[in-house]
């Protein structure tokens, strides 16, 4: 079965920090790997994907994440916080041969100034 | 564009009652619709997978007929939860894709329901 965990329900960082947001995936075909944003009282918005192209991938707001088969990891990274990165950060994973998305637990990010 | 609505953004109703929650796609057709709960400080938990014009597909623990699924349209799908109870309380997100975007799946801002 196909999973994702997210280490860490919450971050703090201060603004202007580097943010990472950890996510590791269980997988024995390989990953369609998705960072969701989810702002209070929304739905979620696509920050980027991984779908077995390059494994260094940019997404929206600055965001990036890298795909590394050998930690079986797809942590989120933003070289510099701002205030308005303060949300909740999801990682999830498609399940293979569905287009069906699980999700992991979920990362409060707090941007303190 | 790829712009999901969905209505009501909130409701309360009393024990007992049904509530209907809508899911649109405002500019493109969506073949495929996903409900989904989560509860607070929760992650999103899958409902059930509707394409349209057929039976939606629910996932396993989730009653079917407490939780009535309608895709009767590409632009529309709707949820009601029929004789809610507290425990249904929770925050519903659709979610769609249309059938050239399988790895994507665009997400309406979600219903808050609260029942008393």
């Known amino acids: 079965a196909q999973s994702v965990t997210q280490l860490g329900s919450h971050v703090s960082v201060s603004e202007g920090a580097l943010v990472l947001l950890r996510c590791n995936y269980s997988?024995?075909?390989?990953?369609?790997l998705f960072w969701y944003v989810q702002y209070p009282n929304q739905g979620l918005q696509l920050l980027l994907k991984?779908?077995?192209?390059?494994?260094l991938v940019k997404g929206i707001n600055g965001f990036e994440a890298e795909f590394k088969k050998s930690e079986t990891s797809f942590h989120l990274t933003k070289p510099s916080a701002h205030m308005s990165d303060a949300a909740e950060y999801f990682c999830a994973v498609r399940i293979y041969n569905t287009d069906k998305l699980i999700f992991g637990t979920g990362t409060r990010l707090q941007v303190f100034p | 564009g790829a712009v999901v609505s969905q209505h009501p953004s909130w409701v309360i109703c009393k024990s007992g009652t049904s509530v209907k929650i809508e899911c649109r796609s405002l500019d493109f057709q969506a073949t495929t619709m996903f409900w989904y709960r989560q509860f607070p400080k929760q992650s999103l938990m899958l409902m059930a997978t509707s394409n349209e014009g057929s039976k939606a597909t629910y996932e396993q623990g989730v009653e079917k007929d407490k939780f009535l699924i309608n895709h009767a349209s590409l632009t529309l799908s709707t949820l009601t939860v029929t004789s809610a109870h507290p425990e249904d309380s929770s925050f519903y997100i659709c979610?769609?894709?249309?059938?050239?975007?399988?790895?994507?799946?665009?997400f309406g801002p979600g219903t808050r329901l609260t029942v008393l």
């Open positions: 991984y779908t077995s192209a390059a494994t």
């Open positions: 979610s769609a894709r249309t059938i050239s975007s399988y790895n994507e799946q665009f």
């Open positions: 997988s024995s075909v390989p990953p369609y």
